[in-house]
């Protein structure tokens, strides 16, 4: 009796292809709402308990965002709420959770919040990083005052820094930060609608100020370019379609079985954690250094491949 045999590379092609039509099978309604909205003029009104917006390229945030919702809050995915036109948000709690990048939010969940409209009785905002918050609590105070609104809740919970450049994921995975017990208090703390803002040091504005002499990059968006200027496939690649369904911009295409990167990008380096065949790497630029490992990516263990693509996945 014969049996069918097929390579790796053919495998992944194929599991590729199962996360991509799986995702759009089981978030079609969201998907199919945000494709429709992009074409509409009328205001979108969502309403509810506990929103929770959410952006998250590894699942750090995602994982934060649905321990925050519990049984009773919803999530709602930044990279699809973001096609909407004219959205007003009405619930007794709102809350925004996403990773910092460059001590900021990620333009991706500026432009969100800069369109949209925000009415609740409690606002609240969680930042996931991996070394330092630095000016965050103000920087978001002031985002949200200048989009009409005023947070109750500013807070953060240190986890594995997942910028490739800087850190070993490997050592990262292995290095405690509290991680579980911060959670706790933070949702302990929004579950009780407390009132707090993360202290923002002298030290804090030094590290801050000096980063971004240091680095010359822009103070709103220090890290949105273009995809085809910080990563690129390697040979390794398959062509099995996965870096298409984690990007947030839908930047990345397949072309003769290889993937091309190119469109916008939040540098949030999602198509490079999540490519099953470690085929994504960065392009070097200074004065950023090299990757430590380039065989070291992460995902958080709390979430699945199929959440991130179901999150970020673009019609």
């Excluded at 992009?38 to 995602?62: D, H």
């Excluded at 009773?72 to 709102?94: D, T």
């Excluded at 100020?209 to 496939?233: A, I, L, Q």
């Excluded at 003769?256 to 916008?264: L, P």
Aim: aromatic share 12%; glycine share 6%; with cysteine.
């Amino acid at each position: 009796m014969s049996r069918n045999v097929i390579s790796r590379r053919e495998a992944l092609k194929r599991v590729g292809g199962f996360f991509a039509l799986t995702a759009m099978a089981s978030y079609s309604g969201l998907a199919a709402t945000s494709c429709q909205s992009s074409t509409e003029t009328k205001t979108t009104v969502v309403t509810g308990k506990r929103l929770i917006f959410f952006f998250s390229a590894t699942g750090n945030s995602l994982y934060v965002g649905k321990t925050i919702a519990g049984e009773e809050g919803q999530m709602l995915s930044i990279p699809q709420e973001i096609h909407k036109e004219n959205p007003v948000y009405e619930a007794e709690e709102i809350g925004f959770v996403f990773p910092l990048y460059c001590f900021i939010p990620p333009t991706i969940v500026q432009n969100f919040i800069r369109k949209s409209t925000f009415k609740a009785n409690y606002i609240f905002a969680v930042c996931t990083y991996g070394a330092n918050y630095t000016l965050f609590p103000e920087y978001f105070d002031k985002l949200a005052s200048e989009c009409g609104f005023s947070v109750n809740y500013i807070s953060a919970v240190k986890m594995v820094d997942t910028y490739l450049p800087y850190y070993n994921m490997e050592v990262e995975k292995a290095t405690d930060k509290n991680t579980e017990e911060t959670l706790a208090t933070v949702v302990a703390e929004i579950n009780r609608h407390e009132n707090y803002r993360l202290p923002v040091t002298e030290r804090d504005r030094f590290f801050y100020e000096g980063y971004y002499r240091h680095s010359g990059r822009d103070r709103v968006n220090p890290t949105f370019t273009r995809s085809e200027k910080v990563v690129y496939s390697t040979d390794a690649c398959v062509g099995c379609g996965i870096c298409t369904n984690v990007c947030p911009h839908g930047s990345w295409k397949v072309v003769n079985g290889k993937s091309v990167a190119e469109g916008d990008c939040e540098n949030c380096l999602s198509c490079v954690q999540n490519c099953p065949s470690k085929a994504i790497s960065i392009i070097r630029v200074d004065p950023e250094p090299d990757e430590p490992n380039r065989n070291a990516r992460y995902r958080n263990p709390n979430v699945t491949l199929i959440e991130i693509i179901r999150a970020n996945h673009q019609v």
